[in-house]
């Protein structure tokens, strides 16, 4: 066993050393982009078949400080999103606004501050913490999308089987034709994008992402390659390929075939600069080990150079839990700086 240990340290490293670094920071940047865009897979046939979004409100509920709207956007005629939509009751023309990413669990529900079984979660937000409803309390108008493959978003072969997710069916599927499930997925948070902008509501130059877990790969690597993401906020993900996400079993969904011959982790998480980041881990996060949180943070830094104030971590006593002591306030003071 030790040999075969041996073989894959060796793969990796081999494939570490085979990077093709010689291009300068400006054009590596670039390029890091464009392999990744190219990575995630190609979904320009998707953007063929988009329909006018025009949402349809199922639901709107009122809170203490926040308003509460379930929504589904039509984008084309097999992709219907539900979204929730929390808009502070301070009213104000315009509001800075997040789009919030939840991670693996029941669905989007963990978020907003909803059971598996549909009642109000006060009492045990869990390790969501139902943080949707934390940003809104801060002012800023909050979009929260079920990511594909979860809650009502399951494949019909997988409700059948009683499966929490269809992570699993829906990459295995993509891995085939050449596409990822994670590329879908940025593809769908960039058409609630769109939304968003079209929000009279919404300031358009003020739109910040947090994700966490499986959601911060989404988050990550929309902010990469989406320029309206001026704010960021990852948690619970930050780390290298080698620390987690090759150390240990995953799910599926966290794998981009080929993406180490291009670059590690954090500096596909440091072309979100100059651009603000935020990053938070659980100092006893078994599935990103504190150890490489570090170094990730490490290598992620110079690139705020001369820009420490748009650059921010927390390392929280806390396992894999979101926790917001200081990413919560962080998110909106930037917001309102941009």
């Known amino acids: 066993m ?19 670094r010689a291009a300068g920071p400006v054009e590596r940047k670039l390029s890091l982009k464009r392999k990744l865009e190219t990575l995630l897979g190609d979904f320009s046939c998707l953007d063929e078949m988009r329909i006018p979004i025009r949402p349809k409100t199922v639901k709107t509920e009122k809170f203490d400080t926040y308003i509460r709207e379930l929504v589904y956007l039509p984008i084309t005629d097999d992709i219907e999103i539900k979204t929730y ?127 966490f877990s499986g959601g911060g790969v989404i988050t990550a690597y929309t902010a990469v390659l989406d320029q309206r993401i001026q704010v960021s906020v990852l948690a619970g993900f930050t780390n290298t390929f080698k620390g987690s996400i090759m150390a240990m079993h995953h799910c599926i969904d966290n794998y981009v075939p080929g993406i180490l011959r291009y670059a590690e982790l954090p500096e596909i998480i440091s072309l979100i600069a100059p651009r603000a980041l935020f990053i938070e881990a659980g100092e006893n996060d078994p599935l990103f080990p504190v150890k490489h949180v570090k170094e990730a943070i490490k290598q992620i830094e110079p690139c705020y150079e001369n820009r420490n104030e748009l650059f921010g971590t927390d390392i929280f006593p806390g396992e894999h839990e979101i926790s917001g002591r200081k990413s919560y306030d962080w998110l909106h003071l930037k917001l309102l700086e941009v």
């Open 85 to 211: 939509i929390l808009t502070p009751l301070v009213r104000e023309n315009k509001y800075p606004s997040v789009l919030a990413i939840h991670g693996h669990g029941y669905g989007v529900g963990e978020a907003v501050g909803i059971t598996e079984t549909g009642e109000e979660n006060t009492e045990l937000p869990g390790i969501h913490q139902n943080f949707a409803v934390q940003l809104v309390k801060r002012g800023m108008k909050v979009f929260v999308p079920e990511v594909l493959g979860f809650g009502e978003r399951l494949l019909e072969r997988d409700k059948r089987e009683g499966k929490q997710n269809s992570c699993e069916a829906m990459a295995t599927n993509l891995l085939l034709e050449g596409k990822t499930l994670a590329g879908l997925r940025v593809w769908e948070a960039r058409q609630v994008l769109d939304y968003m902008e079209a929000c009279g509501d919404v300031k358009s130059n003020k739109i910040g992402m947090m994700g």
């Open 2 to 20: 030790e040999k075969l240990d041996n073989l894959f340290e060796k793969f990796y490293q081999k494939t570490i050393e085979d990077t093709d």
